[in-house]
Protein backbone atom coordinates (compact mmCIF):
# COMPACT_ATOMS: atom_id res chain seq x y z
CA UNK A 1 0.00 0.00 0.00
CA UNK A 2 2.69 2.18 0.75
CA UNK A 3 4.06 2.13 -2.26
CA UNK A 4 0.70 2.68 -4.51
CA UNK A 5 0.81 6.13 -2.34
CA UNK A 6 4.33 6.88 -3.37
CA UNK A 7 3.42 5.79 -6.93
CA UNK A 8 0.19 8.13 -6.73
CA UNK A 9 1.84 11.22 -4.92
CA UNK A 10 4.54 10.89 -8.23
CA UNK A 11 2.18 10.87 -10.72
CA UNK A 12 0.10 13.73 -8.81
CA UNK A 13 3.16 15.70 -8.89
CA UNK A 14 4.24 14.64 -12.21
CA UNK A 15 0.85 16.20 -13.23
CA UNK A 16 0.85 19.62 -11.36
CA UNK A 17 4.36 20.67 -13.84
CA UNK A 18 1.90 21.95 -15.98
CA UNK A 19 0.77 24.57 -13.65
CA UNK A 20 4.62 25.04 -13.05
CA UNK A 21 4.82 29.22 -11.78
CA UNK A 22 7.10 31.78 -13.53
CA UNK A 23 9.93 31.00 -10.27
CA UNK A 24 9.95 27.54 -10.56
CA UNK A 25 11.09 28.06 -14.45
CA UNK A 26 13.55 29.95 -13.18
CA UNK A 27 14.70 27.69 -10.72
CA UNK A 28 14.45 25.49 -13.68
CA UNK A 29 16.86 27.65 -15.66
CA UNK A 30 19.19 28.28 -12.93
CA UNK A 31 19.88 24.43 -12.81
CA UNK A 32 20.00 24.18 -16.52
CA UNK A 33 22.76 26.52 -17.16
CA UNK A 34 24.81 25.00 -14.06
CA UNK A 35 24.60 21.40 -15.64
CA UNK A 36 25.53 22.90 -18.99
CA UNK A 37 28.23 24.58 -18.30
CA UNK A 38 29.47 21.32 -16.11
CA UNK A 39 28.35 18.90 -19.57
CA UNK A 40 29.77 21.00 -22.04
CA UNK A 41 33.50 20.94 -19.88
CA UNK A 42 32.94 17.12 -19.18
CA UNK A 43 32.43 16.88 -23.31
CA UNK A 44 35.68 19.11 -24.44
CA UNK A 45 37.51 17.84 -21.62
CA UNK A 46 36.72 14.16 -23.09
CA UNK A 47 37.14 14.94 -26.22
CA UNK A 48 40.40 17.37 -25.33
CA UNK A 49 42.04 13.99 -23.86
CA UNK A 50 41.03 11.81 -27.23
CA UNK A 51 42.81 14.23 -29.49
CA UNK A 52 45.84 13.98 -27.38
CA UNK A 53 45.96 10.43 -27.10
CA UNK A 54 44.88 9.96 -31.08
CA UNK A 55 48.07 12.29 -32.13
CA UNK A 56 49.99 9.79 -29.40
CA UNK A 57 48.70 6.64 -31.22
CA UNK A 58 49.93 8.18 -34.85
CA UNK A 59 53.45 8.52 -33.56
CA UNK A 60 53.23 5.51 -31.59
CA UNK A 61 53.34 5.06 -27.64
CA UNK A 62 56.66 2.90 -28.23
CA UNK A 63 58.89 6.08 -28.56
CA UNK A 64 61.49 7.40 -26.19
CA UNK A 65 63.52 10.98 -26.82
CA UNK A 66 66.76 10.75 -24.92
CA UNK A 67 68.22 14.10 -24.67
CA UNK A 68 71.94 14.96 -22.64
CA UNK A 69 70.23 16.24 -19.45
CA UNK A 70 73.17 17.00 -17.34
CA UNK A 71 75.55 13.82 -18.95
CA UNK A 72 79.11 16.00 -19.11
CA UNK A 73 79.92 16.90 -22.48
CA UNK A 74 76.27 16.14 -24.14
CA UNK A 75 76.85 13.37 -26.36
CA UNK A 76 80.06 13.91 -28.01
CA UNK A 77 81.33 10.83 -27.17
CA UNK A 78 78.41 8.83 -29.00
CA UNK A 79 78.38 8.12 -32.47
CA UNK A 80 76.02 6.66 -35.54
CA UNK A 81 77.91 2.88 -35.31
CA UNK A 82 77.62 2.78 -31.62
CA UNK A 83 73.93 3.78 -31.26
CA UNK A 84 73.02 1.35 -34.04
CA UNK A 85 75.34 -1.66 -32.37
CA UNK A 86 73.36 -0.88 -28.97
CA UNK A 87 70.00 -1.23 -30.50
CA UNK A 88 71.18 -4.20 -32.30
CA UNK A 89 71.93 -6.04 -29.45
CA UNK A 90 68.66 -5.59 -27.18
CA UNK A 91 65.70 -7.32 -28.25
CA UNK A 92 63.78 -4.42 -26.36
CA UNK A 93 65.24 -1.67 -28.73
CA UNK A 94 63.89 -1.82 -32.40
CA UNK A 95 65.20 1.34 -34.05
CA UNK A 96 67.94 3.84 -33.01
CA UNK A 97 68.45 7.39 -34.41
CA UNK A 98 70.75 9.99 -33.76
CA UNK A 99 70.02 13.91 -34.89
CA UNK A 100 72.05 17.38 -34.66
CA UNK A 101 69.84 20.23 -34.18
CA UNK A 102 71.27 22.88 -36.90
CA UNK A 103 69.88 26.43 -38.04
CA UNK A 104 69.13 26.29 -41.49
CA UNK A 105 68.33 29.56 -43.94
CA UNK A 106 67.40 28.86 -47.43
CA UNK A 107 68.40 31.11 -49.99
CA UNK A 108 66.06 31.56 -52.96
CA UNK A 109 65.99 33.44 -55.91
CA UNK A 110 63.61 35.57 -54.55
CA UNK A 111 63.48 35.40 -50.71
CA UNK A 112 65.23 33.35 -47.87
CA UNK A 113 63.71 31.06 -45.68
CA UNK A 114 64.09 30.07 -42.51
CA UNK A 115 64.10 26.54 -41.81
CA UNK A 116 64.99 23.79 -39.03
CA UNK A 117 67.59 21.97 -39.88
CA UNK A 118 68.27 18.64 -38.69
CA UNK A 119 71.56 16.41 -39.39
CA UNK A 120 69.59 12.58 -39.25
CA UNK A 121 70.83 9.12 -39.13
CA UNK A 122 69.50 5.95 -41.66
CA UNK A 123 66.27 5.40 -39.25
CA UNK A 124 65.58 8.50 -38.20
CA UNK A 125 62.42 9.02 -41.14
CA UNK A 126 61.19 5.68 -39.86
CA UNK A 127 61.13 6.12 -36.29
CA UNK A 128 58.93 9.29 -36.98
CA UNK A 129 56.88 7.21 -39.34
CA UNK A 130 57.34 9.88 -41.88
CA UNK A 131 56.74 9.58 -45.39
CA UNK A 132 57.95 10.77 -49.14
CA UNK A 133 55.72 12.36 -51.38
CA UNK A 134 58.59 11.81 -53.95
CA UNK A 135 62.02 11.03 -54.11
CA UNK A 136 64.29 8.91 -51.50
CA UNK A 137 65.11 8.65 -48.31
CA UNK A 138 68.91 8.23 -46.98
CA UNK A 139 70.71 5.30 -47.28
CA UNK A 140 73.96 3.93 -45.72
CA UNK A 141 76.14 4.98 -49.23
CA UNK A 142 75.70 8.16 -49.20
CA UNK A 143 77.54 8.76 -46.95
CA UNK A 144 78.68 12.47 -46.25
CA UNK A 145 76.84 14.13 -50.20
CA UNK A 146 75.23 16.80 -49.91
CA UNK A 147 71.75 15.80 -50.25
CA UNK A 148 68.97 17.26 -48.32
CA UNK A 149 65.49 16.14 -48.05
CA UNK A 150 62.85 19.05 -47.45
CA UNK A 151 59.86 19.17 -45.53
CA UNK A 152 56.69 20.08 -47.14
CA UNK A 153 56.30 23.32 -46.07
CA UNK A 154 59.43 24.07 -46.89
CA UNK A 155 59.45 22.63 -50.46
CA UNK A 156 56.09 25.03 -51.12
CA UNK A 157 57.74 28.11 -49.64
CA UNK A 158 61.02 27.45 -52.04
CA UNK A 159 58.71 26.74 -54.90
CA UNK A 160 57.33 29.87 -54.75
CA UNK A 161 60.44 31.65 -54.18
CA UNK A 162 61.70 30.60 -57.65
CA UNK A 163 60.37 30.29 -61.16
CA UNK A 164 59.39 26.84 -60.70
CA UNK A 165 58.13 24.27 -58.46
CA UNK A 166 61.16 22.24 -56.48
CA UNK A 167 61.92 19.35 -58.22
CA UNK A 168 63.81 15.90 -57.62
CA UNK A 169 67.59 16.93 -58.21
CA UNK A 170 67.04 20.19 -57.70
CA UNK A 171 70.48 22.14 -55.96
CA UNK A 172 69.05 24.73 -53.62
CA UNK A 173 71.41 26.92 -51.29
CA UNK A 174 71.47 26.59 -47.31
CA UNK A 175 73.85 28.57 -45.76
CA UNK A 176 76.56 28.78 -48.32
CA UNK A 177 76.78 25.45 -49.20
CA UNK A 178 75.03 24.42 -52.06
CA UNK A 179 73.05 20.50 -51.84
CA UNK A 180 70.87 18.52 -53.77
CA UNK A 181 67.44 17.54 -53.10
CA UNK A 182 66.87 13.82 -53.47
CA UNK A 183 63.15 13.70 -51.33
CA UNK A 184 60.18 15.84 -50.56
CA UNK A 185 58.11 14.82 -47.66
CA UNK A 186 54.26 14.76 -47.05
CA UNK A 187 52.99 16.66 -44.21
CA UNK A 188 52.78 15.00 -40.87
CA UNK A 189 51.01 16.02 -37.77
CA UNK A 190 54.08 17.54 -35.31
CA UNK A 191 55.76 15.21 -33.42
CA UNK A 192 54.97 15.50 -29.55
CA UNK A 193 57.64 13.40 -27.96
CA UNK A 194 60.30 14.73 -30.15
CA UNK A 195 59.04 18.14 -30.50
CA UNK A 196 59.95 17.83 -34.41
CA UNK A 197 57.94 20.05 -37.13
CA UNK A 198 58.95 17.87 -40.08
CA UNK A 199 56.97 19.92 -42.19
CA UNK A 200 59.48 23.68 -41.59
CA UNK A 201 62.77 21.14 -42.03
CA UNK A 202 65.36 20.37 -44.12
CA UNK A 203 67.18 16.89 -43.17
CA UNK A 204 70.92 16.28 -44.26
CA UNK A 205 72.67 12.69 -43.78
CA UNK A 206 74.05 12.88 -40.48
CA UNK A 207 77.90 12.21 -42.19
CA UNK A 208 76.92 15.12 -44.04
CA UNK A 209 76.62 18.06 -41.11
CA UNK A 210 79.65 19.59 -41.93
CA UNK A 211 77.88 20.60 -44.90
CA UNK A 212 75.66 23.21 -42.81
CA UNK A 213 78.92 24.11 -40.99
CA UNK A 214 78.51 22.11 -37.66
CA UNK A 215 79.58 20.17 -35.51
CA UNK A 216 79.18 16.33 -35.34
CA UNK A 217 77.87 16.61 -31.63
CA UNK A 218 74.39 14.54 -31.56
CA UNK A 219 71.88 16.96 -29.61
CA UNK A 220 69.45 14.31 -29.70
CA UNK A 221 68.49 10.36 -29.82
CA UNK A 222 65.12 8.67 -30.98
CA UNK A 223 64.29 5.48 -29.92
CA UNK A 224 61.28 3.16 -31.08
CA UNK A 225 60.70 0.33 -28.51
CA UNK A 226 59.82 -3.24 -29.94
CA UNK A 227 56.29 -2.82 -27.51
CA UNK A 228 55.25 0.06 -25.30
CA UNK A 229 55.23 -2.52 -22.69
CA UNK A 230 59.21 -2.41 -23.25
CA UNK A 231 59.68 0.78 -22.24
CA UNK A 232 60.98 0.09 -18.49
CA UNK A 233 63.42 -2.24 -20.01
CA UNK A 234 64.52 -0.64 -22.51
CA UNK A 235 64.95 2.86 -20.23
CA UNK A 236 67.20 1.01 -17.97
CA UNK A 237 69.16 -0.36 -20.88
CA UNK A 238 69.49 3.29 -22.18
CA UNK A 239 70.72 4.80 -18.76
CA UNK A 240 73.48 1.32 -18.34
CA UNK A 241 74.56 2.40 -22.09
CA UNK A 242 74.72 6.38 -22.49
CA UNK A 243 74.79 7.20 -18.72
CA UNK A 244 72.23 8.06 -15.69
CA UNK A 245 72.73 11.25 -15.78
CA UNK A 246 70.37 11.58 -19.66
CA UNK A 247 66.93 12.69 -19.59
CA UNK A 248 64.87 10.15 -21.10
CA UNK A 249 61.09 11.30 -21.98
CA UNK A 250 58.84 8.35 -23.46
CA UNK A 251 55.39 8.77 -25.04
CA UNK A 252 53.93 6.79 -21.65
CA UNK A 253 55.28 9.41 -19.29
CA UNK A 254 53.89 12.29 -21.95
CA UNK A 255 50.53 10.60 -21.99
CA UNK A 256 50.74 9.76 -17.99
CA UNK A 257 51.49 13.55 -18.40
CA UNK A 258 48.31 14.47 -20.14
CA UNK A 259 46.30 12.03 -17.79
CA UNK A 260 47.04 14.29 -14.80
CA UNK A 261 46.33 17.54 -16.70
CA UNK A 262 42.87 16.26 -17.49
CA UNK A 263 42.72 15.03 -13.68
CA UNK A 264 43.54 18.29 -12.78
CA UNK A 265 40.99 20.01 -15.21
CA UNK A 266 38.38 17.03 -14.18
CA UNK A 267 39.36 18.91 -10.41
CA UNK A 268 38.59 22.43 -11.56
CA UNK A 269 35.35 21.03 -13.35
CA UNK A 270 34.05 19.39 -10.45
CA UNK A 271 34.69 22.68 -8.11
CA UNK A 272 32.81 24.75 -10.92
CA UNK A 273 30.44 22.31 -11.33
CA UNK A 274 29.75 22.44 -7.10
CA UNK A 275 29.55 26.00 -7.11
CA UNK A 276 26.40 26.24 -10.30
CA UNK A 277 24.89 22.96 -8.49
CA UNK A 278 24.97 25.28 -5.12
CA UNK A 279 23.61 28.23 -6.39
CA UNK A 280 21.11 26.29 -9.01
CA UNK A 281 20.42 24.44 -5.33
CA UNK A 282 19.95 27.20 -3.43
CA UNK A 283 17.43 28.54 -6.08
CA UNK A 284 15.36 25.11 -6.01
CA UNK A 285 15.09 25.67 -2.07
CA UNK A 286 14.07 29.33 -2.19
CA UNK A 287 11.43 28.00 -4.55
CA UNK A 288 10.07 25.48 -2.50
CA UNK A 289 9.80 26.79 0.33
CA UNK A 290 8.10 30.04 -1.03
CA UNK A 291 5.54 27.16 -2.47
CA UNK A 292 5.56 25.83 1.23
CA UNK A 293 4.63 29.15 2.79
CA UNK A 294 1.96 29.57 -0.31
CA UNK A 295 0.32 26.04 0.04
CA UNK A 296 0.32 25.78 4.01
CA UNK A 297 -3.92 25.69 3.78
CA UNK A 298 -3.51 23.34 0.66
CA UNK A 299 -0.90 21.14 3.29
CA UNK A 300 -3.13 21.14 6.46
CA UNK A 301 -6.33 19.96 3.95
CA UNK A 302 -4.29 17.31 2.78
CA UNK A 303 -3.27 16.33 6.07
CA UNK A 304 -7.15 16.75 7.34
CA UNK A 305 -7.66 13.91 4.60
CA UNK A 306 -5.23 11.40 5.62
CA UNK A 307 -1.75 12.70 4.46
CA UNK A 308 1.31 10.81 6.43
CA UNK A 309 4.05 13.49 7.40
CA UNK A 310 6.43 10.83 5.05
CA UNK A 311 3.13 11.66 2.09
CA UNK A 312 3.54 15.81 2.24
CA UNK A 313 7.56 15.01 2.52
CA UNK A 314 7.59 12.76 -0.61
CA UNK A 315 5.46 15.05 -2.50
CA UNK A 316 7.34 18.95 -1.87
CA UNK A 317 10.76 16.24 -2.36
CA UNK A 318 9.06 15.17 -5.83
CA UNK A 319 8.53 18.11 -6.93
CA UNK A 320 11.80 19.50 -6.04
CA UNK A 321 13.46 16.48 -8.03
CA UNK A 322 10.93 16.75 -11.05
CA UNK A 323 12.41 20.67 -11.41
CA UNK A 324 15.49 19.68 -10.56
CA UNK A 325 15.25 16.77 -13.51
CA UNK A 326 13.90 18.60 -16.39
CA UNK A 327 17.02 21.73 -15.44
CA UNK A 328 19.52 18.71 -16.27
CA UNK A 329 18.29 17.25 -18.60
CA UNK A 330 17.84 20.80 -20.69
CA UNK A 331 21.16 20.93 -19.37
CA UNK A 332 22.55 18.05 -20.64
CA UNK A 333 21.07 18.96 -24.12
CA UNK A 334 22.40 22.54 -23.81
CA UNK A 335 25.89 21.43 -22.60
CA UNK A 336 26.38 18.67 -25.26
CA UNK A 337 25.49 21.10 -28.25
CA UNK A 338 28.06 23.75 -26.56
CA UNK A 339 30.27 21.02 -26.78
CA UNK A 340 29.40 19.80 -30.07
CA UNK A 341 30.06 22.95 -31.27
CA UNK A 342 33.16 23.44 -29.72
CA UNK A 343 34.69 20.73 -31.30
CA UNK A 344 33.53 21.97 -34.58
CA UNK A 345 35.26 24.68 -34.68
CA UNK A 346 38.28 23.23 -32.86
CA UNK A 347 38.61 20.34 -36.03
CA UNK A 348 37.98 17.82 -33.46
CA UNK A 349 36.22 14.61 -34.29
CA UNK A 350 33.31 14.63 -31.74
CA UNK A 351 32.82 11.82 -29.30
CA UNK A 352 30.11 12.04 -26.53
CA UNK A 353 31.56 11.80 -23.04
CA UNK A 354 30.11 8.44 -21.63
CA UNK A 355 30.18 10.22 -17.85
CA UNK A 356 27.47 12.80 -19.40
CA UNK A 357 24.42 11.18 -18.84
CA UNK A 358 25.43 9.40 -15.39
CA UNK A 359 27.14 12.81 -14.06
CA UNK A 360 23.58 15.03 -15.22
CA UNK A 361 21.56 12.16 -13.79
CA UNK A 362 23.42 12.41 -10.14
CA UNK A 363 23.36 15.93 -10.20
CA UNK A 364 19.81 16.42 -11.05
CA UNK A 365 19.18 13.67 -8.07
CA UNK A 366 21.84 15.40 -5.80
CA UNK A 367 20.27 18.88 -5.95
CA UNK A 368 16.61 17.61 -5.81
CA UNK A 369 17.34 16.04 -2.51
CA UNK A 370 19.70 18.12 -1.01
CA UNK A 371 18.00 21.43 -1.63
CA UNK A 372 14.82 20.06 -1.76
CA UNK A 373 14.72 18.14 1.61
CA UNK A 374 14.76 20.75 3.95
CA UNK A 375 11.34 22.54 2.71
CA UNK A 376 10.13 19.19 2.15
CA UNK A 377 10.89 18.07 6.08
CA UNK A 378 9.20 22.08 7.38
CA UNK A 379 5.98 21.00 4.76
CA UNK A 380 5.50 17.67 6.65
CA UNK A 381 5.92 19.18 10.29
CA UNK A 382 3.64 22.03 10.04
CA UNK A 383 0.83 21.90 12.23
CA UNK A 384 -2.47 21.04 10.77
CA UNK A 385 -4.71 23.29 12.44
CA UNK A 386 -2.43 26.10 12.46
CA UNK A 387 -2.09 25.22 8.31
CA UNK A 388 -5.59 25.35 8.07
CA UNK A 389 -5.72 28.47 9.53
CA UNK A 390 -3.42 30.57 7.85
CA UNK A 391 -4.77 32.50 4.53
CA UNK B 1 -19.08 5.92 18.34
CA UNK B 2 -17.17 9.02 19.55
CA UNK B 3 -16.15 9.41 22.92
CA UNK B 4 -13.75 11.85 24.75
CA UNK B 5 -13.42 11.85 28.51
CA UNK B 6 -12.28 14.64 30.31
CA UNK B 7 -10.43 16.63 27.18
CA UNK B 8 -8.45 19.79 28.60
CA UNK B 9 -6.55 22.01 25.59
CA UNK B 10 -4.18 24.60 27.02
CA UNK B 11 -1.89 26.91 25.06
CA UNK B 12 1.34 28.43 25.67
CA UNK B 13 0.44 32.48 25.03
CA UNK B 14 2.41 35.39 25.25
CA UNK B 15 0.21 36.50 28.49
CA UNK B 16 0.98 32.89 30.42
CA UNK B 17 -1.12 29.34 29.79
CA UNK B 18 -4.94 30.02 28.24
CA UNK B 19 -7.08 27.19 28.95
CA UNK B 20 -9.26 26.67 25.80
CA UNK B 21 -11.08 23.85 26.92
CA UNK B 22 -11.41 22.08 30.22
CA UNK B 23 -12.31 18.95 31.40
CA UNK B 24 -14.75 18.47 28.99
CA UNK B 25 -17.00 14.58 28.29
CA UNK B 26 -19.16 14.07 25.42
CA UNK B 27 -20.20 10.74 23.80
CA UNK B 28 -21.63 10.35 20.66
CA UNK B 29 -23.43 7.17 19.46
CA UNK B 30 -23.42 6.33 15.98
CA UNK B 31 -26.00 7.94 14.08
CA UNK B 32 -26.42 10.93 16.12
CA UNK B 33 -26.59 14.47 14.36
CA UNK B 34 -25.31 16.64 16.59
CA UNK B 35 -24.72 20.58 15.87
CA UNK B 36 -22.46 22.42 18.44
CA UNK B 37 -22.90 26.16 19.42
CA UNK B 38 -21.89 28.77 21.28
CA UNK B 39 -19.92 32.10 21.27
CA UNK B 40 -16.69 32.38 19.76
CA UNK B 41 -14.13 31.73 21.77
CA UNK B 42 -16.36 28.68 23.48
CA UNK B 43 -13.93 26.07 22.28
CA UNK B 44 -16.06 24.61 19.97
CA UNK B 45 -13.93 24.72 17.10
CA UNK B 46 -11.05 23.30 18.74
CA UNK B 47 -13.48 20.76 20.41
CA UNK B 48 -13.72 19.73 16.89
CA UNK B 49 -10.01 19.63 15.68
CA UNK B 50 -9.40 17.28 18.90
CA UNK B 51 -12.33 15.08 17.75
CA UNK B 52 -10.91 14.92 13.88
CA UNK B 53 -7.22 14.26 15.74
CA UNK B 54 -6.18 17.18 13.97
CA UNK B 55 -4.71 18.59 17.08
CA UNK B 56 -3.65 16.91 20.92
CA UNK B 57 -5.63 17.17 23.83
CA UNK B 58 -3.31 18.47 26.68
CA UNK B 59 -4.85 16.16 28.91
CA UNK B 60 -7.97 13.72 28.15
CA UNK B 61 -8.53 10.46 25.81
CA UNK B 62 -10.46 10.69 22.79
CA UNK B 63 -11.75 7.26 21.10
CA UNK B 64 -13.12 7.52 17.73
CA UNK B 65 -14.48 3.83 17.10
CA UNK B 66 -12.27 0.74 17.88
CA UNK B 67 -9.38 2.93 18.18
CA UNK B 68 -8.05 4.56 21.20
CA UNK B 69 -6.10 7.53 20.04
CA UNK B 70 -3.83 9.22 22.73
CA UNK B 71 -1.38 6.69 22.31
CA UNK B 72 -0.85 6.62 18.28
CA UNK B 73 2.04 7.94 16.30
CA UNK B 74 1.23 10.48 14.08
CA UNK B 75 1.44 8.36 11.20
CA UNK B 76 -1.40 6.21 12.53
CA UNK B 77 -3.39 9.26 13.59
CA UNK B 78 -3.21 10.53 10.04
CA UNK B 79 -3.98 6.98 9.12
CA UNK B 80 -7.20 6.79 11.73
CA UNK B 81 -8.07 10.18 10.43
CA UNK B 82 -8.32 9.25 6.53
CA UNK B 83 -10.40 5.82 7.62
CA UNK B 84 -12.73 7.23 10.03
CA UNK B 85 -12.90 11.15 9.97
CA UNK B 86 -14.47 13.35 7.25
CA UNK B 87 -13.87 16.94 7.11
CA UNK B 88 -16.09 19.38 6.15
CA UNK B 89 -14.54 23.47 6.60
CA UNK B 90 -16.44 26.68 6.10
CA UNK B 91 -14.25 28.08 3.67
CA UNK B 92 -14.62 24.76 1.89
CA UNK B 93 -10.92 23.69 1.01
CA UNK B 94 -11.11 22.73 -2.78
CA UNK B 95 -7.17 22.38 -4.37
CA UNK B 96 -7.71 24.92 -7.10
CA UNK B 97 -5.66 23.57 -9.93
CA UNK B 98 -8.08 20.31 -9.40
CA UNK B 99 -11.34 19.63 -10.95
CA UNK B 100 -13.95 18.30 -9.02
CA UNK B 101 -13.75 15.07 -9.15
CA UNK B 102 -9.69 15.09 -8.12
CA UNK B 103 -10.51 16.81 -5.48
CA UNK B 104 -13.06 14.72 -4.28
CA UNK B 105 -10.70 11.80 -5.24
CA UNK B 106 -7.90 13.15 -2.86
CA UNK B 107 -8.77 11.11 0.24
CA UNK B 108 -8.74 7.99 -0.99
CA UNK B 109 -5.51 8.64 -2.55
CA UNK B 110 -3.67 8.79 0.73
CA UNK B 111 -5.74 5.35 1.26
CA UNK B 112 -3.72 3.32 -1.84
CA UNK B 113 -7.23 3.39 -3.52
CA UNK B 114 -6.58 2.53 -7.75
CA UNK B 115 -6.74 5.31 -10.19
CA UNK B 116 -9.98 3.71 -11.40
CA UNK B 117 -11.72 2.70 -8.13
CA UNK B 118 -11.04 6.03 -7.30
CA UNK B 119 -12.86 7.49 -9.91
CA UNK B 120 -15.52 5.10 -9.36
CA UNK B 121 -16.21 6.16 -5.79
CA UNK B 122 -15.85 10.03 -6.70
CA UNK B 123 -18.50 9.83 -9.45
CA UNK B 124 -21.42 7.94 -7.25
CA UNK B 125 -20.49 10.48 -3.97
CA UNK B 126 -20.59 13.93 -6.52
CA UNK B 127 -23.87 11.49 -7.76
CA UNK B 128 -25.31 11.61 -4.12
CA UNK B 129 -24.55 15.26 -3.66
CA UNK B 130 -26.49 16.10 -7.37
CA UNK B 131 -23.26 17.22 -8.86
CA UNK B 132 -22.65 13.96 -11.05
CA UNK B 133 -22.58 16.62 -14.21
CA UNK B 134 -19.55 18.53 -13.25
CA UNK B 135 -17.01 16.45 -12.33
CA UNK B 136 -14.40 18.07 -14.90
CA UNK B 137 -15.38 21.43 -13.85
CA UNK B 138 -12.46 23.44 -11.24
CA UNK B 139 -13.73 24.89 -8.14
CA UNK B 140 -13.80 28.76 -9.50
CA UNK B 141 -16.21 27.64 -12.12
CA UNK B 142 -18.73 26.35 -9.24
CA UNK B 143 -21.07 28.25 -7.16
CA UNK B 144 -20.52 28.35 -2.84
CA UNK B 145 -23.19 25.96 -2.53
CA UNK B 146 -21.65 23.11 -5.26
CA UNK B 147 -18.22 23.74 -4.09
CA UNK B 148 -19.16 23.20 -0.61
CA UNK B 149 -21.56 20.17 -2.52
CA UNK B 150 -17.84 19.00 -4.30
CA UNK B 151 -16.60 19.17 -0.30
CA UNK B 152 -19.04 16.82 1.08
CA UNK B 153 -19.10 14.97 -1.36
CA UNK B 154 -14.67 14.76 -0.58
CA UNK B 155 -15.81 13.85 2.74
CA UNK B 156 -18.41 11.24 2.44
CA UNK B 157 -16.10 9.56 -0.70
CA UNK B 158 -13.91 7.44 1.91
CA UNK B 159 -17.08 6.52 3.73
CA UNK B 160 -15.91 7.93 7.41
CA UNK B 161 -17.49 6.54 10.64
CA UNK B 162 -18.11 10.21 11.69
CA UNK B 163 -18.60 13.75 9.77
CA UNK B 164 -17.21 16.94 11.44
CA UNK B 165 -18.25 19.82 9.68
CA UNK B 166 -17.03 23.71 10.72
CA UNK B 167 -19.92 26.01 10.49
CA UNK B 168 -20.32 24.37 6.66
CA UNK B 169 -23.08 27.10 6.11
CA UNK B 170 -21.38 30.50 7.13
CA UNK B 171 -19.86 31.09 3.51
CA UNK B 172 -23.39 30.83 1.64
CA UNK B 173 -26.56 31.86 1.77
CA UNK B 174 -30.09 30.93 3.55
CA UNK B 175 -31.33 28.78 0.55
CA UNK B 176 -27.74 26.76 -0.44
CA UNK B 177 -27.81 26.79 3.49
CA UNK B 178 -30.61 24.72 3.36
CA UNK B 179 -30.04 22.41 1.03
CA UNK B 180 -26.21 21.61 2.61
CA UNK B 181 -28.48 21.14 6.15
CA UNK B 182 -31.01 18.97 3.85
CA UNK B 183 -28.03 16.92 2.90
CA UNK B 184 -26.86 16.29 6.12
CA UNK B 185 -30.24 15.00 7.58
CA UNK B 186 -30.75 12.92 4.36
CA UNK B 187 -27.21 11.21 4.91
CA UNK B 188 -27.82 11.11 8.65
CA UNK B 189 -31.27 9.23 8.07
CA UNK B 190 -30.42 7.37 5.32
CA UNK B 191 -27.28 6.05 5.71
CA UNK B 192 -26.53 7.01 9.93
CA UNK B 193 -23.76 8.87 9.04
CA UNK B 194 -22.85 10.16 12.44
CA UNK B 195 -22.63 14.25 12.25
CA UNK B 196 -20.81 16.84 14.55
CA UNK B 197 -21.48 20.35 13.34
CA UNK B 198 -20.19 23.61 14.80
CA UNK B 199 -22.39 26.02 13.73
CA UNK B 200 -23.69 29.79 14.46
CA UNK B 201 -26.86 29.29 12.82
CA UNK B 202 -29.88 28.94 15.21
CA UNK B 203 -31.92 27.64 12.26
CA UNK B 204 -29.21 25.40 11.09
CA UNK B 205 -28.85 24.25 15.06
CA UNK B 206 -32.67 23.55 15.23
CA UNK B 207 -32.80 21.10 12.57
CA UNK B 208 -30.28 18.66 14.76
CA UNK B 209 -31.80 16.54 17.19
CA UNK B 210 -28.88 17.31 19.36
CA UNK B 211 -27.52 20.27 20.51
CA UNK B 212 -24.65 21.23 22.49
CA UNK B 213 -24.01 24.43 23.84
CA UNK B 214 -20.31 25.60 24.66
CA UNK B 215 -19.29 28.05 26.58
CA UNK B 216 -16.08 29.33 28.18
CA UNK B 217 -14.56 25.64 27.69
CA UNK B 218 -17.49 23.39 28.60
CA UNK B 219 -19.89 22.21 27.72
CA UNK B 220 -22.71 24.19 29.16
CA UNK B 221 -26.15 22.55 28.06
CA UNK B 222 -26.72 19.17 25.76
CA UNK B 223 -29.84 18.32 25.06
CA UNK B 224 -29.41 14.55 24.89
CA UNK B 225 -27.12 14.16 28.32
CA UNK B 226 -30.10 11.89 29.07
CA UNK B 227 -29.60 8.84 30.98
CA UNK B 228 -29.72 6.07 28.39
CA UNK B 229 -26.66 7.87 26.87
CA UNK B 230 -24.61 8.41 29.98
CA UNK B 231 -25.13 4.82 30.07
CA UNK B 232 -23.88 4.09 26.61
CA UNK B 233 -21.17 6.40 27.87
CA UNK B 234 -20.18 3.83 30.93
Same mark, same amino acid.
Given at each position: +???S??????????G =???????R??????????G?????? %???????????????? !??M?????????????NG????? !????N?F?????? $??????A????A?? &??L???I????????????? $?L???????R???????????????S??A???????????????????????? &??? /??????P??????????? *???V???? *??H?????????????????????????L??Q??GS?????T??Q????????????????? *?I??????????G?????? +??V?????E $??L?? *???A????????????????????S????V??????????? %?S??Q???????? #????? +????????????????A?KL?P?????S? | ????????????S?N??????N????H??E?????????S??G?? &??L??????D? #???????? /??F??T????????T?????????????????H?????N?C????Y????????????????A??????????????????Q??R????????????????????? =?????????? +?S?F???N?RD /?????M?T???? $???????????????I??DN??????????R
Amino acid at each position: +MADSIFLEILRESAG =NIRSMKARSVMALIGIAIGTAAVIA %MLHVGYNARLTALQQF !EKMGTDLANVLPGTRQNGFTDLT !EARLNEFALSHAS $ITEIAAAIRINAEI &TTLRTKISAVGFAVSDRFLS $ILRAHLDNGRVFSPLDQDAPYVIIGSKVAMKISAGSTSPIALGDQIQIGDKIL &TTI /GVLKPSPANLIFRIDLDN *AVLVPIKG *ARHLGVTQEISAILVRFSGAEDSAEATKLIYQEIGSEVSIQTAQQLIAGVEEQMRIYSSLLL *AIGSVSLVVGGVGIMNVML +MNVVERRQE $IGLRQ *ALGARRKDIRNMFLIEALIVSGIGSAVGIVIGFLAAWAFAQ %MSGWQFTPSPFAL #PLGAF +MAATVGLFFGSFPAMRASKLDPVAALRSI | MLTLSNISKHYQSRNGITCVLNNVNLHLAEGELCALTGASGSGKT &TLLNLTGLLDK #PTKGSIRI /GNFETTKLSTDEIATVRNRCVGFVFQSFHLLPHFTTMQNVCLPLMYRGVSLSERRELAQSALAQVGLGELETRYPDELSGGQRQRVAIARALVSKPSILLADEPTG =NLDSRCADEI +MSLFTRFNERD /GLTVLMVTHDQT $IAARCPRRIVMRDGGITDDNFSSPHVLKTVR
